[in-house]
């Protein structure tokens, strides 16, 4: 067998694997592109969507004791969905939220794993509860939802993961077969020269080749950042990668005194520790934990459009008494670039630039499936060349 022959025959194989692996994993990459795709803009058309709920207009007072605001919010939501987490942006025209949830791991769909998950958001000035939100149903986290597990919690997580796999293989066997022998065909594949003439199959041709070409490398990034949140089986090696080859040492965990009395202003002597030692952070979370024994965690993100900085500060949840803190800086380089990855997933690590390609790469990947089908439809449907046909024929009559 000649070199050439042998290098058409790897292709035909690598074709073949991509075209089976496309129709494996083609419906799960088109949900993921299509989610993912909105998901890269949900912060900004949350605040766009929802702007009655997600700002206040008595901004320029004095904001009130949290202690203060989290009563309010909890009257809203009910004795029975206590208040596991605050998001907040001290003396800006944001509103507090408060949310209460609580999930149910084992469960085998989406509907049943989340038992609840409300938010109360609150004007920090005068206390008033402006929307309480069902967020268990609420758009933008069932597309986040969809994207994560298919709504089918583990077992969804499971074909989300190893369908991202198949994309990345995809990936690469979509490289090898794109790649041109020559210039002359090179330029087809650079660019779209349609003509009037031009068929539908040749056009779709391209929509799969020339768009797939341009988006390899991002598509590649936020699928292999994508596999980060899919397998925990994933991070060890990257963290020991980006810690450079060096053991990483967990943290020491800490835990609240069981034995002392709960404090009835405990989120104000919590806040005041933050904003007495001059903590900055663009805005904050608060944890408040069911478990006895856990602390309350503070969160400072140092950044207002991305998670990339942040420091976390524990507290006992009973006396408020400060546990442990654990500034950016203080982090290793592993922890450092696992902050990193979500930024890097949408395309926030580079700001509104990198949305818009992470959600342009998306569309694109969401596309591929759908050309590709209709490549193979077109192979399908199609008739064997006369010439060939003729020639064969020929050669058959002089044997």
Known sequence: MSHTSSKISIKKIIGQIHLWLGLLSGLVVFILGFTGCIYAFQSELKELV??????????????????????????????????????????????????????????????????YNKMAFVDPYTAKVLFVEDTKWEFFNVVLQIHYDLLLNKIGHQ??????????????????LWWPKNKAALKQRLYFKWKLTTKWKRKNYDLHNIPGFYSFALALVISLTGLWFAFEWFRPPIKYIANGGKPLIEEKKVFSDTTEAASPDLVD????????????????YMTFPEAKKAPI???????????????????????????????????????????????????????????????????????????????WIGKKGKKPDSKSTKKSKRTIVSV
């Open 50 to 115: 929802y702007a009655d709920r997600y700002f206040v207009k008595t901004k320029g007072l004095k904001s009130l004791p949290i202690s203060v605001l989290k009563e309010s919010a909890q009257k809203a939501l009910g004795n029975e969905y206590p208040i596991t987490f605050l998001h907040y942006i001290p003396e800006t025209s944001y509103a507090y939220r408060f949310r209460a949830s609580k999930t149910e791991a084992e469960a085998l769909t989406y509907g049943s794993k989340v038992l």
């Open 269 to 284: 002597i919590i806040e005041k520790n933050i904003r007495e030692r001059n903590i900055k952070g663009e805005f904050f």
């Open 159 to 176: 074909i989300v993961g190893w369908s991202t796999v198949i994309f990345v293989v995809m990936l690469i066997s979509g490289l090898v």
């Open 297 to 375: 965690v503070v969160t400072a993100m140092h950044n207002k459009d991305n998670f990339v900085k942040r420091s976390q500060y524990f507290f006992d949840k009973n006396t408020g008494k400060e546990l442990k803190s654990s500034p950016y800086e203080s982090k290793n380089s592993a922890d450092k670039f696992g902050f990193m990855i979500y930024d890097i997933h949408v395309g926030k690590i580079i700001g509104l630039p990198g949305q818009i390609l992470a959600s342009i790469t998306a569309l694109i990947a969401a596309s591929l499936p759908l050309t590709g089908v209709m490549i």
